[in-house]
């Protein structure tokens, strides 16, 4: 009897060990499975190969990274690069003509004659006439003088445009008519322009009629009562004349 006991208690414990085991067994294929579902589980981000690999993978019929780069050169750099292919000189008449053109379209032409006519640098009211054969009053002065100009009326910070196709003899400055312009129109014709600030042109520049060479800035000490105002005067052969005898 004892022996059979023993014998059931045998069989039982060994068939626990046998299920722990396939327990056992069932659990690690289970993990297992789960590790390699994690590996291969897809990335949410695509990733993007690298812009050289694109380039050199490139079917033919296709634009490569550097055929892109010609495209965005344009037509006209296409055109060029080919006819210096063709032509070795062709490279040094390109270079000419390019400076050639440059310099055309900064020298103008200044034909100005008697029969021309200016712009007006700023749009107002003449608030002190061009009087050389006879003194006029001055308010701010409180006194009589001749006027070589005329004294336009305007406000600060209004554009002032070049009269006439110009190239520019000077820019300065002096107590009277503050920052000025001195244009050249050709033909021995004059004219400068005062009372200016943020003045852009330069000497030597050539200024195309209506171009902005500056600003109208506060009027100077001699000019307080007549106001803000941009100061014109023209000459002919060196000496002065009315301005307003050659505006439109």
Not at 67 to 94: C, F, H, M, V, Y
Not at 106 to 118: E, K, P, Y
Not at 161 to 170: M, T, W
Not at 215 to 241: C, D, I
Request: hydrophobic share 40%; net charge negative; charged share 25%.
């Amino acid at each position: 009897m004892k022996d059979k006991v023993n014998q059931m208690f045998k069989d039982k414990l060994f068939l626990v060990v046998l299920v722990l085991g396939l327990l056992t067994l069932v659990a690690a294929a289970g993990i297992i499975t789960v590790q390699r579902g994690r590996g291969t589980e897809a990335n949410p981000y695509l990733e993007m190969p690298q812009q050289e690999m694109i380039a050199e993978e490139t079917p033919e019929g296709t634009l490569s990274a550097d055929s892109s780069e010609k495209r965005e050169e344009g037509p006209e750099t296409a055109r060029q690069e080919e006819a210096i292919a063709a032509n070795p000189n062709r490279e040094d008449d390109l270079a000419a003509e390019a400076g050639a053109g440059q310099g055309a379209a900064q020298a103008l032409v200044l034909d100005f004659t008697d029969t021309s006519r200016m712009l007006w640098p700023v749009r107002g009211n003449v608030i002190l006439d061009y009087s050389m054969d006879k003194t006029i009053y001055f308010p701010t002065l409180d006194q009589y003088k001749c006027n070589p100009g005329i004294v336009i009326q305007s406000d600060v910070s209004t554009p002032v445009e070049a009269p006439a196709n110009a190239r520019v003899l000077e820019v300065g400055t002096n107590e009277e008519i503050g920052n000025y312009v001195v244009m050249d129109l050709g033909n021995d014709y004059a004219v400068t322009c005062g009372q200016l600030k943020e003045i852009t042109a330069v000497q030597g520049e050539y200024l195309t009629k209506g171009q902005i060479l500056g600003y109208v800035a506060e009027p100077t000490k001699y000019y307080s009562v007549e106001g803000v105002n941009v100061f014109l005067e023209m000459r002919h052969q060196g000496e002065t004349v009315d301005p307003l005898d050659y505006m439109e």
